[in-house]
């Protein structure tokens, strides 16, 4: 896909968002179950089943997939198609690339070892590694532009309001 491609599988979207600024309201959704025999949820990708558990610091067999992991993943997958749709809408090429996400945990919190130590991420690092025959200032704008529209990292960067609940089934059947 070319530039051109892409503004014109965009225009018709942003001119509606910009008619109907509710049209461009969505709710995203995930949804696991609880895995009756285990210390597991299991998860609906949209693609597959994915099976999260106990990391192997907090005790799991590492078997299931940790949440901290999927929340990386999802960091490189968001950034990477960002990165890419920005490369195409400003017409830089990029041969290959990678796109690596680490971040820094201390389970002494989580495990309630230590009430001082975080419970979550201390430090996440982003990093690509592309081959562009770019200049630096095409490189920084590529960058600059992801951060800004990768939806992942600007929620993870600006922290959304944050609920949460517990319903009982009967409650929820009368809701």
């Given amino acids: 896909m070319d530039a051109d491609a892409l503004r014109a599988l965009q225009a018709p979207l942003k001119d509606r968002y910009r008619q109907e600024a509710d049209a461009a309201l969505v709710t995203l959704k995930a949804e696991g179950r609880l895995d009756a025999d285990a210390i597991a949820c299991k998860v609906e990708t949209g693609r597959a089943l994915a099976v999260a558990g106990l990391h192997p610091a907090t005790g799991g067999s590492g078997l299931e997939l940790c949440s901290g992991d999927m929340l990386l993943e999802a960091l490189v997958a968001c950034a990477g198609v960002t990165v890419k749709a920005v490369a195409t809408a400003l017409g830089i090429a990029l041969r290959d690339g990678r796109v690596l996400a680490e971040g820094d945990l201390d389970f002494r919190g989580t495990l309630g070892v230590d009430k001082a130590a975080p419970v979550g991420f201390r430090a996440i690092r982003l990093r690509f590694e592309l081959d562009t025959e770019a200049g630096e200032a095409e490189v920084a704008t590529l960058l600059k ?18 609920t949460a609940e517990i319903v009982r089934p009967s409650t929820a059947a009368a809701a």
């Fill in 145 to 162: 532009l992801t951060e800004r529209y990768c939806v992942v990292y600007q929620t993870l960067n600006t922290r959304p309001e944050l």
